[in-house]
């Protein structure tokens, strides 16, 4: 347990719904990252908070994808009108800047079927 | 644009073996490399950290050397056990936290009891 919680572990939708991931980061951590792994793939970035502050998010995928960190504490990632090409596994990770500098922790990830 | 890739992508060895594991990348602007171990399934266990002022890093059995001129990277493990089995991954920063993690595609380790 790396002290990167995320939830839910899985998530079943139909094509067409949305849904909403969370991630909570190591407490003092003030980065947090999200990946999207596919099958056989190594993880792909798709956007990075500095404490509130979205300061990367040109790799979102897509319009629809969104992510929020609304008080520099957790941090939900939304996928709208979902297709089955978004099913994956979502990855969250934090780190502190300044110690051990950028090192990334892991989250467990959220397994997305869309069937 | 960083590109990383991992060689073998897979791999299979008796226990007991030492054995090395391989990452090469195109930007020599590396800031971090990162291995970490995924077990199916799972999410990423961080294994070993190489800071840009770094050359190597030894935890337990697993040592990883970077050597940013040649833009390759090395997880060598010492007297493997069927509990390393797992997919390692390397991963390069180019941004000193400030980014994503490049990831290549994995190593799949088998280590046969």
């Known amino acids: 347990d790396t002290g990167v919680s995320q939830d839910p572990r899985h998530k079943i939708t139909k094509r067409g719904q949305n849904v909403t991931f969370r991630c909570d980061p190591i407490s003092e951590h003030n980065r947090l990252y999200w990946y999207r792994q596919t099958l056989g793939q190594g993880p792909e970035f798709l956007t990075y908070?500095?404490?509130?502050?979205?300061?990367?998010k040109s790799r979102l995928l897509s319009d629809r994808f969104s992510a929020e960190r609304p008080k520099g504490s957790f941090s939900t990632l939304e996928i709208q009108r979902t297709e089955q090409g978004d099913s994956a596994m979502y990855l969250c990770?934090?780190?502190?800047?300044?110690?051990?500098?950028?090192?990334?922790?892991f989250g467990p990830g959220t397994r997305l079927t869309v069937t | 644009k960083q590109e990383v890739t991992q060689i073998p992508a897979a791999l299979s060895v008796p226990e007991g073996e030492n054995l090395v594991l391989n990452c090469s990348f195109t930007d020599s602007a590396i800031y971090n490399l990162q291995w970490f171990r995924q077990d199916p399934g799972k999410g990423l266990t961080s294994l070993l950290l190489i800071q840009s002022s770094q050359r190597e890093q030894t935890s337990g059995r697993l040592n990883a050397s970077l050597d940013k001129s040649s833009g390759r990277s090395t997880l060598y493990i010492a007297a493997s056990q069927p509990g390393d089995s797992a997919t390692y991954l390397c991963a390069g920063d180019s941004g000193g936290g400030a980014d994503g993690l490049t990831f290549g595609k994995g190593t799949h380790l088998i280590i046969q009891p």
């Open positions: 990770a934090s780190s502190l800047r300044g110690s051990r500098q950028g090192e990334q922790y």
């Open positions: 908070f500095q404490n509130e502050a979205q300061l990367e």
